[in-house]
């Protein structure tokens, strides 16, 4: 990892991770920590060694030409940031990578190594799974945290699957060991539209940062994406039959487990973003 001289001080800071791969249908997760980080405007602060982590043949470096036509050459890396986000009194230090391909117990050592150093009390980590669900409804995200103590508080469980992980598993179980709270949140990409990228993914997971974070994020176009992303896939789905009919039984399921107070639960969310965008937006209002 690059080091910095002094680790900036910063305020109560929590870590919100996501990395593109195996933990990352349609790239929502990784997205998501795209959309934060231009959000709040987030600064860079330390970038991890990709030699240590990365298979070249695998991962790939990127040639780029800018319009003044100078080539210049991205390795791939997990570089870390820090984002300062109005009217809101903690840091947050965002992670954005790549699923490594070696030594991942070193990669999680100096994830977490680094989370201490800047005394960090709490990470969440991002992932998406392809799912059988249907893309005209809201996405599910799930959620699982570490602390029996919070979960009630944030609607969250803790952790049963048993079975194959990826790298944000895995960081979620060290962070025990570093003496770390985590939350886990994964939302649900419909399996027949893997390609990236899914926007409406990516929104729900936002949305439930804000509600983990009791923090307004600024949605900018993500909103509008998501809205043309299910149209577009409406349009595909009406041109194959099997398709369409496919989609509403997934339909036809997910409307029969829909409990009312499910229903309720999410509008009295949606109900209190609304109070805090309201709040960010015009700090004078009560």
Same mark, same amino acid.
């Not at 997934?250 to 309720?264: F, I």
């Given at each position: 990892?690059?080091?910095?001289?002094?680790?900036?001080?910063?305020?109560?800071?929590?870590?919100? =991770?996501?990395?593109?791969?195996?933990?990352? +249908?349609?790239?929502?997760?990784?997205?998501?920590?795209?959309?934060?980080?231009?959000?709040?405007?987030?600064?860079?602060?330390?970038?991890?060694?990709?030699?240590?982590?990365?298979?070249?043949?695998?991962?790939?470096?990127?040639?780029?030409?800018?319009?003044?036509?100078?080539?210049?050459?991205?390795?791939?890396?997990?570089?870390?940031?820090?984002?300062?986000?109005?009217?809101?009194?903690?840091?947050?230090?965002?992670?954005?990578?790549?699923?490594?391909?070696?030594?991942?117990?070193?990669?999680?050592?100096?994830?977490?190594?680094?989370?201490?150093?800047?005394?960090?009390?709490?990470?969440?980590?991002?992932?998406?799974?392809?799912?059988?669900?249907?893309?005209?409804?809201?996405?599910?995200?799930?959620?699982?945290?570490?602390?029996?103590?919070?979960?009630?508080?944030?609607?969250?469980?803790?952790?049963?699957?048993?079975?194959?992980?990826?790298?944000?598993?895995?960081?979620?179980?060290?962070?025990?060991? #570093?003496?770390?709270?985590?939350?886990?949140?994964?939302?649900?990409?419909?399996?027949?539209?893997?390609?990236?990228?899914?926007?409406? =993914?990516?929104?729900?997971?936002?949305?439930?940062?804000?509600?983990?974070?009791?923090?307004?994020?600024?949605?900018?176009?993500?909103?509008?994406?998501?809205?043309?992303?299910?149209?577009?896939?409406?349009?595909? +789905?009406?041109?194959?039959?099997?398709?369409?009919?496919?989609?509403?039984?997934?339909?036809?399921?997910?409307?029969?487990?829909?409990?009312?107070?499910?229903?309720?639960?999410?509008?009295?969310?949606? #109900?209190?973003?609304?109070?805090?965008?309201?709040?960010?937006?015009?700090?004078?209002?009560?």
């Amino acid at each position: 990892m690059s080091q910095l001289d002094d680790l900036p001080a910063l305020v109560d800071p929590v870590m919100v =991770a996501a990395f593109e791969g195996w933990n990352d +249908a349609g790239d929502s997760a990784s997205d998501a920590v795209e959309h934060l980080r231009q959000v709040w405007d987030a600064q860079p602060l330390v970038e991890m060694d990709s030699e240590e982590y990365y298979d070249y043949q695998v991962n790939r470096p990127h040639v780029s030409i800018d319009e003044t036509g100078v080539q210049s050459l991205e390795w791939p890396a997990t570089r870390i940031f820090v984002a300062r986000p109005p009217l809101f009194p903690r840091d947050i230090v965002l992670v954005q990578g790549i699923e490594p391909n070696m030594k991942w117990q070193q990669f999680v050592r100096e994830v977490l190594g680094l989370a201490t150093e800047l005394q960090v009390s709490t990470v969440v980590t991002l992932g998406a799974l392809l799912s059988d669900i249907p893309h005209t409804r809201p996405v599910p995200v799930t959620g699982t945290c570490s602390d029996p103590t919070l979960g009630p508080e944030l609607g969250l469980e803790p952790s049963t699957y048993e079975g194959p992980t990826g790298i944000v598993g895995v960081i979620q179980e060290a962070c025990t060991r #570093f003496g770390l709270s985590s939350v886990s949140l994964w939302a649900a990409v419909p399996h027949y539209v893997a390609q990236p990228p899914c926007p409406k =993914a990516t929104l729900a997971l936002i949305r439930r940062i804000e509600d983990i974070l009791d923090v307004p994020v600024p949605l900018g176009d993500l909103v509008e994406e998501a809205r043309a992303w299910e149209i577009g896939v409406d349009e595909l +789905a009406a041109e194959d039959d099997e398709v369409a009919d496919y989609v509403k039984q997934l339909e036809e399921a997910r409307d029969a487990t829909d409990l009312p107070e499910a229903s309720g639960e999410a509008i009295a969310r949606e #109900f209190e973003r609304y109070l805090r965008r309201r709040g960010a937006d015009d700090p004078k209002q009560p």
